[in-house]
């Protein structure tokens, strides 16, 4: 309703992402296109696909309830000069989100985290359904390219067959044949240009709502493969740093002298005798700000557990309302062409 008009190239769109990642942990954002595949980074058919793969990602960004309100968001579509416009994105780079999940903006401004012993399991079977997704739909689209090169050749060899037929007519009209003898040469011509047409539509069809639609699905699921091992790392952080800190206060608490603890000396609050007698006790107030620090990392951890599964959830509906429309859209272009087919065929008969 504004409408913005702004020039962005490639890596703009790249920073978009990267800042959306950084500002929204645990959050799925969109994958972007490949910038470029060998030596395809120029060729027509290519820049075709991105620009296709990345108006999709655009779409998907601004309908977001969480990206659509961003400051990121809304200079990356609004700045209509490009110095101000990279002075700004610049600016964003700089800065350094939040480690307190307490401060991280949400919806409902209401921040909930998971922690138990499923949650592991739970990742790990995800993991390994994406990977498995990824290794079928490689596959798929494979055969898909295989199938759009095969139709290709199919329609390039009607087209000479046509031709052949066309040459005959011209043929059978100059030696002054029956006329139903030419005739037949060009309603048989004409049969394998109709029919070249139907198969050249079906080809675009099951490029652009087969093999192109699979392919982002694929790039999809990277990308939230990509989320579950940015958790997986945290969680690994998270045991690391519980284990060094462990060790050090079990070390500390050894030398049974509160003076090397580490602890707040003006808290009035701490029974010091009991610092010696309470184990439990000691370990609360032992080393004070690695436990705060651990706090944080155990706190983004639950935060990713929560908001991945949520994510998580929000996709695979997506990805159903998403298919049914996919295919609906398909089969409604697809089945005319059939009868085209048909129509031409009948008509050859009689």
Same mark, same amino acid.
């Given at each position: 309703?504004?409408?913005?008009?702004?020039?962005?190239?490639?890596?703009?769109?790249?920073?978009?992402?990267?800042?959306?990642?950084?500002?929204?942990?645990?959050?799925?954002?969109?994958?972007?296109?490949?910038?470029?595949?060998?030596?395809?980074?120029?060729?027509?058919?290519?820049?075709?696909?991105?620009?296709?793969?990345?108006?999709?990602?655009?779409?998907?960004?601004?309908?977001?309830?969480?990206?659509?309100?961003?400051?990121?968001?809304?200079?990356?579509?609004?700045?209509?000069?490009?110095? =101000?416009?990279?002075?700004?994105?610049?600016?964003?780079?700089?800065?350094?989100?939040?480690?307190?999940?307490?401060?991280?903006?949400?919806?409902?401004?209401?921040?909930?985290?998971?922690?138990?012993?499923?949650?592991?399991?739970?990742?790990?079977?995800?993991?390994?359904?994406?990977?498995?997704?990824?290794?079928?739909?490689?596959?798929?689209?494979?055969?898909?390219?295989?199938?759009?090169?095969?139709?290709?050749?199919?329609?390039?060899?009607?087209?000479?067959?046509?031709?052949?037929?066309?040459?005959?007519?011209?043929?059978?009209?100059?030696?002054?044949? =029956?006329?139903?003898?030419?005739?037949?040469?060009?309603?048989?011509?004409?049969?394998?240009?109709?029919?070249?047409?139907?198969?050249?539509?079906?080809?675009?069809?099951?490029?652009?709502?087969?093999?192109?639609?699979?392919?982002?699905?694929?790039?999809?699921?990277?990308?939230?493969?990509?989320?579950?091992?940015?958790?997986?790392?945290?969680?690994?952080?998270?045991?690391?740093? =519980?284990?060094?800190?462990?060790?050090?206060?079990?070390?500390?608490?050894?030398?049974?002298?509160?003076?090397?603890?580490?602890?707040?000396?003006?808290?009035?609050?701490?029974?010091?005798?009991?610092?010696?007698?309470?184990?439990?006790?000691?370990?609360?107030?032992?080393?004070?700000?690695?436990?705060?620090?651990?706090? =944080?990392?155990?706190?983004?951890?639950?935060?990713?557990?929560?908001?991945?599964?949520?994510?998580?959830?929000?996709?695979?509906?997506?990805?159903?309302?998403?298919?049914?429309?996919?295919?609906?859209?398909?089969?409604?272009?697809?089945?005319?062409?059939?009868?085209?087919?048909?129509?031409?065929?009948?008509?050859?008969?009689?």
């Amino acid at each position: 309703p504004f409408g913005w008009k702004v020039e962005r190239r490639y890596s703009h769109f790249d920073w978009l992402r990267k800042l959306l990642l950084k500002f929204f942990p645990s959050f799925n954002v969109p994958p972007l296109p490949n910038k470029k595949i060998g030596n395809k980074r120029f060729t027509d058919k290519f820049i075709e696909k991105r620009m296709k793969f990345l108006n999709i990602f655009i779409n998907n960004v601004v309908k977001s309830e969480n990206f659509k309100a961003s400051p990121i968001l809304v200079s990356f579509l609004s700045y209509t000069d490009r110095g =101000k416009f990279d002075s700004k994105f610049k600016e964003y780079q700089t800065q350094t989100p939040s480690p307190y999940v307490e401060e991280y903006k949400t919806l409902d401004g209401i921040i909930t985290i998971s922690l138990d012993e499923k949650n592991e399991k739970y990742f790990k079977n995800i993991n390994h359904y994406f990977s498995v997704q990824e290794t079928i739909l490689d596959k798929v689209n494979f055969n898909l390219k295989t199938l759009n090169h095969n139709m290709n050749i199919v329609c390039e060899l009607i087209k000479v067959i046509q031709k052949n037929f066309e040459v005959l007519k011209i043929l059978n009209t100059r030696v002054v044949m =029956k006329p139903s003898i030419t005739k037949t040469y060009e309603e048989i011509a004409c049969f394998f240009k109709n029919w070249g047409r139907v198969l050249t539509k079906q080809k675009d069809l099951i490029k652009n709502h087969m093999k192109d639609f699979f392919k982002y699905v694929n790039l999809e699921g990277k990308a939230y493969s990509e989320l579950i091992t940015r958790r997986e790392e945290l969680n690994e952080k998270y045991v690391a740093e =519980k284990t060094r800190v462990t060790a050090k206060k079990e070390k500390l608490y050894a030398t049974g002298d509160i003076n090397k603890f580490e602890i707040n000396m003006e808290d009035l609050n701490i029974d010091r005798d009991r610092l010696l007698k309470d184990k439990t006790y000691a370990f609360e107030h032992i080393c004070l700000d690695d436990s705060r620090n651990l706090d =944080k990392i155990h706190n983004q951890l639950g935060y990713a557990n929560k908001m991945n599964m949520r994510e998580l959830r929000k996709m695979i509906k997506e990805y159903c309302v998403r298919f049914v429309d996919n295919i609906d859209e398909f089969s409604k272009e697809f089945y005319p062409t059939i009868n085209d087919l048909l129509t031409t065929w009948t008509n050859i008969e009689s």
